[in-house]
C-alpha cells in the first residue's frame, strides 16, 4: 500500500478513523460530513477528502486497516514502538495486572524480559487469574491505548526517513543533531515528530513530545 502522508489522514483521532470508515462502509457522499461541528471537523472533511483521492486499492487497504483496529486492543503500529514505551505503560500499573496486559502483546518475549530485568524474575513469572478475553482486552485497550498518537506515521519526508534506520541508528542522529532535528520534525508537523518519538527510548522521546 502506498505510505499514507497525507497531513489529514496522519492525524486523524481513532474516533475519528471509526467516523470516516462508518461513511465509507455506508457508500455516504460528501455532504454526510455537513453535520460535523466542533474545532476537528475541517480535519476530518480535508481526511474525507485525502481518502476519497486514493486509488482503489489503496483505499481498500488503508479501510482493512482501520477495520482491523477497531477488533484489536493495540493502536495500529505498536509494534514499531521502542519497547520500552511498552514497559513503561505496563509498570505504570499494578503488578497483578501484567500478566494480562502481556497477553498477545506485540514483542511480549521481549518486553517481558525487560521487565523482569528492571523489577525482578518474580514480577511476572505469577500467573493471572482467570480473566474473561473481553476484560483483558478492555485493559489493554485502556492502557496502551494512550500510546496511540506514537504509533501513527510520519507526515513528511524528514521524519518518514528517520522512522526507516534502525534503533541504533535513530538513537545516534537524534543525539547527534539534538534540538535542531527535533525543530525540524516539528516544522512537518505532529505526525513526524511523535513518529519519530516513539521509536526512540521512551525517556528521550518523552522529552521530544513532552509526554
Same mark, same amino acid.
Given at each position: ?20 470508515? %462508518? ?19 475541517? %480535519? ?28 484489536? #486492543?493495540? =493502536? ?30 506485540? %514483542?511480549?518475549?521481549?518486553? *517481558? ?35 496511540? =498518537?506514537?504509533?501513527?506515521? #510520519? ?5 518518514? *526517513? ?38 526512540? #527510548?521512551?525517556?528521550? %522521546? ?6
Amino acid at each position: 500500500m502506498t505510505e499514507r502522508t497525507g497531513f489529514a489522514l496522519n492525524q486523524l483521532r481513532a474516533e475519528e478513523r471509526g467516523l470516516l470508515l %462508518g461513511l465509507s462502509l455506508l457508500a455516504a457522499g460528501d455532504s454526510a460530513l455537513a453535520r460535523l461541528a466542533g474545532d476537528r471537523c475541517q %480535519g476530518c472533511r480535508t481526511a474525507w477528502q485525502d481518502l476519497r483521492a486514493l486509488s482503489r486499492h489503496d483505499r481498500a487497504a488503508l479501510l482493512a486497516g482501520w477495520i482491523v483496529e477497531t477488533t484489536t #486492543p493495540f =493502536p495500529p503500529g505498536m509494534e514499531r514502538l521502542h519497547p520500552s514505551w511498552l514497559v513503561q505503560a505496563i509498570a505504570s500499573e499494578p503488578m497483578e495486572l501484567w500478566p494480562a496486559l502481556l497477553a498477545g502483546l506485540p %514483542g511480549v518475549e521481549e518486553v *517481558g524480559s525487560l521487565l523482569s530485568q528492571t523489577y525482578g524474575a518474580d514480577a511476572i513469572a505469577k500467573e493471572g487469574e482467570a480473566w474473561l478475553s473481553e476484560s483483558v482486552a478492555e485493559l489493554q485497550r485502556c492502557v496502551f491505548g494512550r500510546l496511540a =498518537p506514537l504509533c501513527v506515521g #510520519p507526515s513528511g519526508a524528514v521524519g518518514a *526517513g528517520l522512522c526507516r534506520l534502525g534503533c541504533e541508528e535513530l538513537l545516534a542522529e537524534a543525539t547527534r543533531r539534538g534540538a535542531a532535528l527535533r525543530q525540524e520534525l516539528c516544522a512537518e508537523g505532529d505526525a513526524s515528530l511523535w513518529a519519530v518519538a516513539g521509536r526512540l #527510548p521512551a525517556t528521550l %522521546g518523552r522529552q521530544w513530545v513532552k509526554w
